[in-house]
């Protein structure tokens, strides 16, 4: 049973950082592709950042420059740090596992960045 766990959410002010992680279970992690997506109120899920079983990564222009996402295959564990982090980036946080056509979601993290 695959499951995905996120934390690292919390409230912080303009211009600052948080770290986000999703432990994985259930799947051979190392194989998997990783995602970062985010759903603010009232809009779509939309993609942050992805990383391939190879480690190539991929970014929204929306957080290039500002947000680093990595993994740890002896962990199972995908990281996204969120740096200079702006009013616009307040939304739930997603953790994917992708291979092939299938995708697994965790249940999301909140992050809120207001003054």
């Known amino acids: 049973q695959v499951q995905l766990v996120e934390s690292g959410g919390d409230l912080v002010q303009p211009g600052g950082s948080l770290r986000l992680s999703c432990a994985a279970s259930?799947?051979?992690?190392?194989?998997?592709?990783m995602g970062w997506y985010r759903q603010a109120p009232g809009k779509e899920r939309e993609l942050v950042a992805t990383?391939?079983?190879?480690?190539?990564?991929n970014y929204a222009d929306s957080v290039k420059g500002r947000f680093t996402i990595s993994r740890d295959n002896a962990r199972n564990t995908v990281t996204l740090q969120m740096n200079m982090l702006k009013p616009e980036d307040t939304a739930v946080y997603y953790c994917?596992?992708?291979?092939?056509?299938?995708?697994?979601w965790g249940q999301g993290t909140q992050v809120t960045v207001s003054s």
């Open positions: 259930g799947i051979i992690f190392s194989i998997y592709a």
């Open positions: 990383i391939t079983n190879s480690g190539r990564t």
């Open positions: 994917k596992a992708t291979i092939g056509r299938t995708g697994n």
